[in-house]
């Protein structure tokens, strides 16, 4: 059964939760650029993302060790006291920044903590892990709308301190329903946590599949998904208005809803094949912005981009949750977030000096040509276009 009591729980705990990290961005943003200007608002950001990156890889091994529900709950009530400190600390003043850092520090490796059990819950949940997935993704994408109109009109009419309480609370809402989950754990009892990694090391590198698409994806991360935001946002904004930026985004999310939807109804025998033919409309969003489209042709590309982006991904989890053993699964997915994600920075990073030396368009159309070469190179790897659905 595809809809159980359990997965009710899991969705709204996993809905509530990517709100809730819609708001933070933009909560820091506004909040911590009110009173420390840009370069506050970069070092609380990277303060969140480098203890994530440092810690994913044990939040595998010990969501294998002691299960991921305990965990995640473990996470979300951290997440909880950290948010809760910094609105406290809003209302009662001004907070330093030290304690910002600390605070976005310490959500971040909890974060670490969490991220691997969101693969690891779903096959406890359900019975249907594609139908689940792709449900998750709409919920997802309409969180990612809300939440930073929701944190921006907070912050607008009551401050930034209202916005973290509320951003706290949703962690609280997360803990309590996982609390309310009745799954059976799934534990792996290893000699120690260094000889867990490393036996998430050995059935990462065994599966050609998997790291044949996480080496693609770190490519990504430096040439097409890490340029994209900082130069997409400059060339559409000076181009078009800061509000064609926005309606360019709200596009992006309709096409992944709509996404989710196909694959709530489409299931590939070759869940990858399928997922890597979507993956070439990705890269009409930063066509589109390269070659100064209008509005129209913008927001079309933006929503195809949306579409095949949320049809890829939901091949890809489902392909993970049922392809590797409960005993490993969150380790691996340990690996998977690590290289896909340590690589983004880099190419956000670039993306400014490179495109002050060459031009924002040739960076935008050097992505382009890399996707699509990337996705060839998917559908050419034998295990990944051969890997069949289960």
């Known amino acids: 059964m595809f809809w159980t009591a359990n997965f009710t729980r899991y969705f709204i705990a996993r809905a509530v939760s990517v709100f809730g990290d819609a708001m933070y961005a933009v909560a820091a943003?506004?909040?911590?650029?009110?009173?420390?200007?840009?370069?506050?608002?970069g070092v609380v950001l990277a303060a969140w993302m480098i203890p994530f990156l440092g810690f994913?890889?044990?939040g595998g091994v010990f969501?294998?060790?002691i299960g991921a529900r305990p965990l995640m709950i473990a996470a979300d009530t951290v997440r909880l006291l950290a948010q809760g400190v910094a609105a406290v600390a809003f209302f009662t003043g001004t907070p330093a920044l030290a304690l910002l850092i600390a605070c976005s520090a310490v959500s971040g490796a909890a974060s670490a903590m969490f991220q691997p059990g969101v693969n690891g819950l779903v096959p406890l949940v359900?019975?249907?892990p594609q139908r689940a997935n792709a449900t998750i993704r709409v919920a997802n994408a309409i969180a990612e709308l809300l939440g930073p109109a929701a944190a921006g009109l907070l912050f607008g009419f009551f401050g930034a301190g209202v916005v973290y309480t509320v951003d706290a609370a949703t962690f609280a809402v997360s803990a309590l329903c996982l609390a309310g989950l009745r799954v059976e754990q799934v534990v792996q009892r290893g000699s120690s946590p260094l000889r867990d990694l490393v036996e998430g090391w050995q059935g990462f590198r065994e599966r050609t599949w998997i790291w044949s698409v996480i080496l693609i994806w770190i490519v990504f991360g430096i040439f097409l998904f890490g340029p994209l935001i900082p130069l997409g946002s400059t060339v559409v904004s000076?181009?078009?208005?800061a509000p064609a930026y926005g309606w360019m985004q709200s596009a992006m999310g309709a096409g992944t809803i709509l996404g989710g939807l196909a694959a709530l109804r489409f299931r590939p025998q070759r869940p990858l094949a399928a997922g890597g033919v979507a993956m070439f409309l990705f890269v009409l969003q930063p066509l589109a912005i390269a070659l100064h489209a209008g509005l129209p042709l913008l927001l079309t590309g933006a929503a195809l981009s949306g579409f095949g982006w949320a049809f890829w991904s939901i091949q890809w989890q489902t392909s993970v949750q049922t392809q590797v053993p409960?005993?490993?699964l969150n380790r691996i997915t340990s690996y998977e977030v690590l290289g896909s994600d340590a690589s983004l920075p880099i190419g956000q990073s670039l993306a400014g000096p490179v495109a002050g030396a060459v031009g924002a368009e040739r960076v935008l159309g050097a992505s382009v040509v890399v996707g699509v070469l990337g996705?060839?190179?998917l559908l050419l790897v034998g295990p990944v276009r051969r890997l069949r659905r289960i």
Do not use: K, S, W
């Open 56 to 58: 994913i890889l044990f």
């Open 238 to 241: 000076a181009e078009l208005g």
């Open 126 to 128: 359900t019975d249907e």
């Open 375 to 377: 996705c060839v190179t």
């Open 29 to 41: 943003a506004l909040a911590v650029g009110e009173l420390y200007g840009a370069t506050g608002v």
């Open 326 to 328: 409960p005993t490993m």
């Open 63 to 65: 969501a294998d060790r």
